[in-house]
C-alpha cells in the first residue's frame, strides 16, 4: 500500500491573480501543501502536483514533488476536481489498497500534530475515507428571492445545540477501490479528522491571504530547506 498525494495547482486565478504561488512566508503558496504532504509520505509514496503552467511545475519539482502537465480541457474555471485525480492516477500504477489524497493548495496551513493523526488514520480497517472537519455552531438561513428565512424552528443555546461540522477542504484520503467505484474523493465509513479553526482558513480573498500570512508569521512550526 502507498500513499498517492495530489495537489491540484492551475494557473490563472482569476478572483485572486495567481494565488496558488503567492509568497507566503518565502514559500509559493501551493508548494506548502508539498511539504505537508513529504511529512508524512514514506520512501514509496507519491506526492504529484497537476497543473497547466510549466513554471507551476518547476517549482513542484523544487520542492521534490513529481509534476504531471493537465491538458487544456482539465484546466477551465468549470474544471471539477476528480477529472483532474482521475488524469492523474491515469499515468501511474495504482492498487486498490493504495491511499488516494487530495490537498488543496489553497489551504496552506496544516499542523504537524494533525498529519501525525492523519497518518495513521487507515491503520484501522473499517475506515474507507477521511477528510478534515471543524466544529461549526453557526444558524442557517437560506435565500427566499426578497427576504431570508432561517433553517431552523428554534434558536437553542449553543451547549445545547447538536454537534456539527464543516469540510475544511483541507485533506481528503480515499481507498483506491473506493475512489474508483464511487468516483469521489470519499465514499464509504468516512471518519473526521479535526482540525482547528486556523487550519480550517482558506485562501479565496486577498484579504484571508493576509489573515494567513500573519498566522504563519507568528506560529510557524515548520523549518523549511529550499
Known amino acids: 500500500m502507498k500513499k498517492i498525494s495530489i495537489i491540484p495547482a492551475r494557473s490563472g486565478s482569476k478572483g485572486l491573480k495567481n494565488k496558488n504561488i503567492l509568497d507566503l512566508c518565502g514559500i509559493p503558496m501551493f508548494a506548502w501543501s508539498i511539504i505537508h504532504s513529504k511529512y508524512y509520505s514514506n520512501d514509496n509514496d507519491k506526492v504529484i502536483v497537476s497543473s497547466d503552467d510549466d513554471y507551476y511545475l518547476e517549482i513542484a519539482r523544487k520542492f521534490g514533488a513529481t509534476g504531471i502537465k493537465r491538458p487544456k480541457n482539465l484546466s477551465l474555471d468549470s474544471t471539477k476536481t476528480e477529472p483532474v485525480m482521475d488524469h492523474v492516477l491515469s499515468t501511474m500504477d495504482v492498487d486498490s489498497q493504495d491511499i488516494i489524497i487530495l490537498l488543496q493548495p489553497t489551504s496552506p496551513v496544516r499542523k504537524k500534530k494533525t498529519l501525525d493523526f492523519f497518518k495513521n488514520v487507515f491503520d484501522f480497517e473499517e475506515y474507507d475515507s477521511a477528510l478534515t472537519v471543524v466544529d461549526f455552531h453557526g444558524f442557517l438561513w437560506e435565500d427566499n428571492k426578497k427576504f431570508i428565512k432561517p433553517l431552523y424552528e428554534s434558536r437553542p443555546r449553543r451547549q445545547d ?12 484520503a480515499t481507498k483506491a477501490k473506493n475512489y474508483f467505484e464511487t468516483s469521489n474523493r470519499v465514499s464509504g465509513i468516512i471518519t473526521p ?13 486577498y484579504e484571508e491571504f493576509e489573515v494567513i500570512k500573519s498566522y504563519l508569521k507568528d506560529n510557524n512550526e515548520w523549518s523549511i530547506d529550499k
Open 161 to 172: 445545540m447538536t454537534k456539527k461540522y464543516r469540510e475544511t477542504g483541507s485533506i481528503y
Open 193 to 205: 479528522i479535526y482540525v482547528s479553526f486556523e487550519e480550517s482558513l482558506e485562501v479565496d480573498t
